[in-house]
């Protein structure tokens, strides 16, 4: 994977190899940063750059800071125009991952939120698939428990909290599947590792409420919308039982990395009949399309850059 030349750290546009922290730092030592994940993907028809919903990944951003303590001296528009500046300064041509980050910046030893200097970072990278297995992934039901928001913040997306994550995928992985669904304390499905999940039961589009411990996902959302708006089915938020993801006609999982990950097996029981379900198949085809900015009516989902 391709980094970026430039980074956006401690106030500036800086070669990616000056953009250096120090082994003390807070942030490091304790997990004390804040992130998003959002991509920008290239039309290669019309050789432009258009950057997905970055006013939704800064405003989730500047909330997850806020529950951390955490002030910046930018708002979203303030972000979205150094982000602009940064692509800009890379001049890119394919698909790509932004990562920003607020981070806890004083270097030394004390486990704490306040008192301490706020940092914003940014680099870029290439990016392509995150799930290799898009079309048929297996899930398993993980070992591991979703974060309790009662334990960290589990609608902040909080570097420290993707231990929990990183447990879930490798354990996932190591023992041959593609991705994960976690339970969470209650034992009703969360998500997976780094994706949001969505069933579909008796043809409604069915997805745990935000309530259930869930990173409230900007793809989950656009999803939602889609499917109400562009499919005209019924979306229901509520809490999903281990079981009924066995039952379900359609699995699928979104994120900004993940896109939509159709998942055709659990724990080697045959999702519906076993292959891609039509209403995946037509919601990936839109959000493709939607996030290259090929749909008029979405427009507003896209930041040219
Ligand atoms: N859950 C977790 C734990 C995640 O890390 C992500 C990726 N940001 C998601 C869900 C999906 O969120 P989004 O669609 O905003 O990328």
Same mark, same amino acid.
């Given at each position: 994977?391709?980094?970026? @030349?430039?980074?956006?750290?401690?106030?500036? +546009?800086?070669?990616?190899?000056?953009? @250096?922290?120090?082994?003390?730092?807070?942030?490091?030592?304790? =997990?004390?940063?804040?992130?998003?994940?959002?991509?920008?993907?290239?039309?290669?028809?019309? @050789?432009?750059?258009?950057?997905?919903?970055?006013?939704?990944?800064?405003?989730?951003?500047?909330?997850?800071?806020?529950?951390?303590?955490?002030? /910046?001296?930018?708002?979203?528009?303030?972000? /979205?125009?150094?982000?602009?500046?940064?692509?800009?300064?890379?001049?890119?041509? $394919?698909?790509?991952? #932004?990562?920003?980050?607020?981070?806890?910046? *004083?270097?030394? /030893?004390?486990?704490?939120?306040?008192?301490?200097?706020?940092?914003?970072?940014?680099?870029?990278?290439?990016?392509?698939?995150? &799930?290799?297995?898009?079309?048929?992934?297996?899930?398993?039901?993980?070992?591991?428990? !979703?974060?309790?928001?009662?334990?960290?913040?589990?609608?902040?997306?909080?570097?420290?909290?993707?231990?929990?994550?990183? #447990?879930?995928?490798?354990?996932?992985?190591?023992?041959?599947? *593609?991705?994960?669904?976690?339970? *969470?304390?209650?034992?009703?499905?969360?998500?997976?590792?780094?994706?949001?999940?969505?069933?579909? !039961?008796?043809?409604?589009?069915?997805?745990?409420?935000?309530?259930?411990?869930?990173?409230?996902?900007?793809?989950? !959302?656009?999803?939602? $919308?889609?499917?109400?708006?562009?499919?005209?089915?019924? %979306?229901?938020?509520?809490?999903?039982?281990?079981?009924?993801?066995? %039952?379900? $006609?359609?699995?699928?999982?979104?994120?900004?990395?993940?896109? /939509?990950?159709?998942?055709?097996?659990? *724990?080697?029981?045959?999702?519906?009949? =076993? &292959?891609?379900?039509?209403?995946?198949?037509?919601?990936?085809?839109?959000?493709?399309? +939607?996030?290259?900015?090929?749909?008029? @009516?979405?427009?507003?989902?896209? &930041?040219?850059?």
């Amino acid at each position: 994977m391709d980094l970026s @030349k430039h980074a956006f750290f401690e106030g500036k +546009i800086v070669p990616l190899s000056d953009a @250096k922290i120090n082994i003390a730092t807070h942030g490091f030592l304790y =997990g004390t940063a804040v992130f998003s994940g959002m991509r920008a993907y290239w039309n290669d028809e019309e @050789k432009r750059l258009f950057v997905f919903r970055p006013y939704d990944h800064f405003h989730r951003l500047l909330n997850s800071a806020r529950m951390m303590a955490m002030n /910046i001296p930018y708002d979203e528009k303030g972000l /979205i125009q150094l982000t602009l500046d940064l692509l800009r300064t890379d001049d890119w041509h $394919e698909d790509i991952y #932004l990562r920003p980050t607020i981070y806890k910046a *004083d270097m030394g /030893i004390g486990v704490r939120l306040h008192d301490l200097r706020d940092e914003f970072s940014m680099f870029v990278m290439e990016f392509g698939k995150y &799930v290799k297995n898009d079309t048929n992934a297996h899930l398993t039901f993980s070992s591991w428990r !979703r974060i309790d928001d009662n334990v960290i913040p589990a609608r902040g997306k909080v570097a420290g909290a993707y231990a929990n994550s990183a #447990l879930i995928k490798t354990d996932a992985n190591r023992a041959g599947f *593609d991705e994960a669904i976690v339970l *969470d304390n209650n034992g009703h499905v969360s998500e997976g590792s780094a994706m949001n999940i969505f069933m579909v !039961r008796d043809g409604i589009l069915v997805t745990p409420p935000s309530t259930d411990n869930i990173l409230e996902g900007i793809t989950r !959302r656009s999803v939602i $919308e889609l499917a109400r708006n562009e499919l005209g089915l019924q %979306v229901l938020e509520r809490s999903i039982d281990r079981t009924e993801v066995f %039952v379900a $006609e359609e699995l699928f999982m979104t994120g900004t990395a993940a896109q /939509i990950v159709a998942a055709t097996k659990v *724990d080697h029981r045959p999702v519906g009949n =076993g &292959v891609m379900g039509p209403i995946t198949e037509k919601l990936r085809g839109l959000f493709d399309d +939607i996030v290259r900015a090929k749909h008029p @009516k979405y427009q507003s989902w896209n &930041v040219e850059v």
